[in-house]
């Protein structure tokens, strides 16, 4: 596929399932989320993977997390937290760790970590996969940031969930609408 025709035609998947990216896809995923723009080449971010067995424990997180915040969350609603974690053989959580001694501003290096998931994003298609970005309450719990060994005043910006997209559920991508998002200047033009 065209570089071009990737990027008009992302959307998120609506399901994914197995198989996901192997070790191989898995690098490519990486090294292309390395490659985002960066300024001051900090490499404010932390690629954290998760795959396997390790999404029931991430599941089990997700629950706690819920448990801690509504004591009274009924087991049903614990069961779909854990879930959560289960909806792709691939995780990959993006945190954005800025560096407060930087010169960089704090907001352009955490856009930088979202660039670095947009990246990886695009590299799985490009790789025949597709994913769907989710953060959730999770991202912003301090007990899920410090498992991830992440420090509180960091950003977890992404749960990037990756696998091949369910068939019946991977129709095209409808075109969409930019023009009245876009203006000239000066107007009228000089
Ligand atoms: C920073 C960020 C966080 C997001 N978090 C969630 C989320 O927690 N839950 C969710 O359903 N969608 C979330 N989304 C939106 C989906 O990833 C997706 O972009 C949206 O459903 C629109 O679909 P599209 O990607 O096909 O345009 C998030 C997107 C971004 C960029």
């Known amino acids: 596929m065209e570089a071009i025709d990737l990027l008009l035609s992302r959307r998120s998947a609506a399901v994914l399932i197995g198989p996901g990216p192997d070790e191989a896809a898995l690098e490519l995923l990486l090294a292309a989320g390395a490659h985002a ?30 448990q801690r915040s509504r004591p009274d969350a009924s087991p049903d609603a614990l069961a779909r937290e854990r879930a959560k974690a289960l909806r ?4 990959i959580a993006v945190a954005a760790v800025p560096d407060p001694h930087s010169a ?7 856009l930088c970590a979202g660039a670095a998931a947009t990246n990886m994003l695009l590299a799985a298609r490009a ?38 997209e369910s068939s ?9 609408a930019w023009r009245d998002r876009v203006s000239y200047w000066p107007d009228p033009p000089v």
Do not use: M
């Open 127 to 164: 790789l025949g996969f597709n994913a769907v970005w989710k953060t959730g309450a999770a991202a912003y719990d301090e007990t899920v940031k410090r498992e991830f060994g992440i420090a509180p005043a960091d950003a977890l910006v992404a749960f990037l969930y990756i696998g091949t």
């Open 104 to 110: 960089v501003p704090q907001i352009e290096q955490i």
């Open 37 to 66: 723009p960066d300024h001051g080449r900090l490499r404010p971010w932390r690629f954290i993977v998760i795959q396997g067995r390790a999404r029931e424990r991430l599941g089990e997180l997700f629950a706690e997390r819920l």
């Open 168 to 176: 019946g559920h991977d129709g095209p991508t409808p075109p969409r």
């Open 88 to 91: 792709a053989p691939l995780i």
